[in-house]
């Protein structure tokens, strides 16, 4: 079982939805990467948090860690989102990741 | 800045040959990681260094494996023999005081 586990696995919306992806671990984390992996490839860091909330642009990244879950919305979705969101846990110096949600969103 | 620099893009050897990837930091991070990226195991961490000094390499798969970060600009991860399985995007990534990863755009090995 990994100790990082996203949902949903496949995500597919319409343009302007409302998305929310989800990450819970079983293990102790300090800080909580969310990373955006392009069809080309490229991978974009979004957010590193460790608690409560960050926002930048239609993005917004939640954590409670006492949970051991957080969560990446996007608001008013759009084709560009489309990508691989991957989460990251980071705590005692081991990275561990999630196994990826793939969003589509269909114009 | 132009960001972390990893080269060459692409790399198709034959088996057994030595294989060396590079990457450049962006200036004043004091993380490097390498990731390597297959469809089958998705996105692994290999190693990370902090302050050019390996801290954990418990992703590295075993022996044929090494990396080096000889100087806070420079890295290499180097895989000798190489061998098919092998075959991945590996990908190089550094951090600073911000925290946040900025990615290079990776290197796609080919191992035939």
């Known amino acids: 079982k990994n100790e990082v586990e996203q949902s949903p696995q496949n995500l597919t919306a319409q343009e302007g939805e409302f998305i929310t992806i989800n990450c819970s671990y079983s293990v102790g984390i300090s800080a909580l990467h969310w990373l955006q992996q392009h069809p080309g490839g490229g991978i974009v860091s979004l957010f590193m948090l460790s608690s409560g909330k960050k926002k930048h642009g239609r993005l917004i990244a939640t954590i409670n860690i006492q949970e051991k879950h957080s969560s990446l919305h996007i608001t008013a979705s759009h084709p560009r989102d489309s990508a691989v969101y991957i989460c990251e846990g980071t705590g005692n110096e081991k990275l561990t990741f999630g196994t990826g949600t793939r969003l589509t969103i269909i114009p | 800045d132009a960001g972390v620099i990893q080269s060459p893009r692409h790399e198709v050897t034959e088996m057994g040959q030595e294989v060396t990837l590079r990457c450049k930091p962006i200036?004043?991070?004091?993380?490097l990681f390498w990731y390597r990226q297959t469809m089958m195991r998705g996105l692994e961490l290999l190693i990370y260094?902090?302050?050019?000094?390996?801290?954990?390499d418990s992703g590295m798969p075993e022996d044929r494996f090494s990396a080096k970060m000889p100087n806070a600009s420079f890295s290499t991860l180097k895989i000798q023999p190489s061998e098919p399985r092998d075959s991945a995007v590996y990908f190089c990534a550094s951090m600073g005081l911000s925290f946040g990863y900025t990615f290079g755009s990776g290197t796609r090995l080919t191992v035939v």
């Open positions: 200036s004043g991070h004091d993380y």
């Open positions: 260094f902090n302050n050019n000094v390996p801290i954990d």
